[in-house]
C-alpha cells in the first residue's frame, strides 16, 4: 500500500532564506509526483509536476526533485516571501491511478 | 479558460440524508477525480472518472457513488451521511491523467 509522508508537519523561517520541504512515499512504481499549495479553508494549487522519468522541474523560485529508486522528493523555495505562507502538499499518481497526498507541511515565513 | 468549479459552495445535512455535490471540469479536461479533506488531513482519494467511466477508486465504501457526464461535468453523491462525512470534498480536472487543477471545493457539514 503506497503512503506519502511529509516532513516536517510545520516550519517557520524567516523571510529571505531558501527552504526545503521533504516527501518520501513507500512504493517507487509511480506515474508521477506533483506538489500543490493550500490556502487556508481554499483548493489546491498545482505548483510542479515531475513525471517518473524526470528528475526535477523548475518554475520561478520552485525547483522539485525526484529520486523515484530512493522514494523521495524535495521541494525547493529560494528567497522565501511571508506570501508563500500555506500548506504544502505532495501526491503521488500509482500505477492504478489512484492519488495518494502526504498531510503536509504548514509552512510560515515570518516577515 | 474557465477554472474549476463546484457548487454549492458550504452545505449543512443531517445524519442519515443523502447529498449531491456538484463539479465542472476545466475546458478540454476529460478526467475528474473527487477528493475528502478532514481539517488538518491531506486530501484523500475517493475515485476518478475518465470519460465518463469510473478508473479508479480509494477506500471509500459504496455510499459514495458518483457520475460523469457527457461534457466531463461530474457529481458525487454521498448516501446514508454520517458525522465522519464532515469534510471539504474537493473535484480535480486534468486531461489525460496529467497535472490536476483543483476547485474550492464544498464544505459539507453533518449534524
Redesign the interface.
Known sequence: KQE?TQIPAALSVPEGENLVLNCSFTDSAI??L?W?RQDP??????LL?IQSSQREQTSGRLNASLDKSSGRSTLYIAASQPGDSATY?C?V?DR?????????TRLHILP | ETGVTQSPTHLIKTRGQQVTLRCSSQSGHNTVSWYQQALGQGPQFIFQYYREEENGRGNFPPRFSGLQFPNYSSELNVNALELDDSALYLCASSLDRTKEYFGPGTRLTVT
Open positions: 506519502v506515474y508521477n506533483q500543490f479553508g481554499k483548493g489546491l494549487t498545482s509536476l502538499l501526491a499518481r492504478d491511478d489512484k492519488i495518494i497526498f502526504g498531510k503536509g
